[in-house]
């Protein structure tokens, strides 16, 4: 499995834009959980966000928190998940990249954390409660193990912060979309093509959008932009939770397929 900063490469060179699909831990299940890192890793991921499922998620809206609290309910906890990915990325190409709270990684230690994840194959980090003025010790104990660690920029962030983000973030900047929480939204806000010409102004970092990206239109709308990778979360996280589990994976094969093929069109689905 590569690096996601060598993935990033690879998809210029080729001209694509990434597909980062999102999805729960342990939601409905562990087992159906590396079932679908498999599935969209064959159909069109080029990374895949692996959410850890927490109990005070402040970044997450309705769908994903009802989706960790699932989880949660099945008994499904961060050892769980570092030893499901453990076995998981052996067979998987796409990059893992962990989105998970500050407080796990705190409750465990960031060293201990940080080698347990390296051990499980994790590419990368999103942490999204996670201070910049408080990141540097974690980017480089994480840089140590070969994580890299994505900051997030929002539509509000003051230039100047934009370009400290910038400079700190490994792998891609992450450009949220909205101001408030996940969720799937019925259109994606222009500013959000502003913001990406203010990041491409200080960076040649990768930037990849997120939150309320939920359809092919959205995500060809953000990729035509300028994005260099797209996130969909919650699109993702319905699509499993309100169908059983071979259903839901049939459905997300499908729909990560039409999402990829929307972002590549003359490209297709990597083979």
């Not at 990406?196 to 035509?224: C, M």
């Not at 994976?249 to 990597?270: E, H, N, Q, S």
Request: hydrophobic residues 40%; charged residues 20%; glycine residues 8%.
């Amino acid at each position: 499995m590569t690096s996601i900063s060598e993935q990033f490469e690879y998809l210029r060179t080729k001209n694509q834009c990434a597909l980062m699909p999102f999805i729960t831990a342990g939601d409905p299940d562990l087992e159906t959980t590396a079932e679908a890192l498999k599935i969209l890793d064959a159909n069109g991921a080029d990374f895949i966000e692996l959410g850890v499922p927490y109990s005070d998620p402040l970044a997450d809206g309705p769908v994903i928190q009802a989706a960790a609290t699932r989880a949660l309910k099945g008994g499904t906890r961060l050892a769980h998940v570092l030893e499901m990915a453990q076995t998981a990325t052996k067979s998987v190409r796409s990059p893992i990249i962990l989105f998970i709270y500050y407080n796990p990684i705190l409750n465990l230690g960031i060293q201990q954390f940080l080698k347990r994840a390296a051990d499980s194959g994790i590419k990368g980090l999103i942490v999204p409660d996670l201070p910049l003025e408080e990141a540097d010790n974690l980017l480089k104990s994480a840089d140590a193990v070969g994580i890299e660690v994505t900051l997030l920029v929002t539509p509000n962030t003051p230039k100047q912060r934009i370009e400290a983000i910038a400079r700190q973030s490994r792998g891609f900047i992450y450009l949220v979309s909205v101001t408030g929480v996940t969720g799937v939204r019925s259109q994606i806000q222009t500013r959000v093509k502003d913001v990406l010409k203010e990041i491409r102004s200080v960076t040649n970092k990768p930037i990849a959008v997120g939150f309320g990206i939920s359809t092919p239109e959205q995500a060809h709308q953000v990729q035509d932009w300028g994005a260099d990778g797209v996130v969909v979360g919650s699109a993702f996280v319905q699509r499993l939770g309100e169908n059983t589990p071979n259903q839901g994976l049939r459905v997300i094969k499908d729909f990560c397929t039409d999402l990829k093929a929307a972002i590549t069109p003359t490209a297709g689905i990597r083979k």
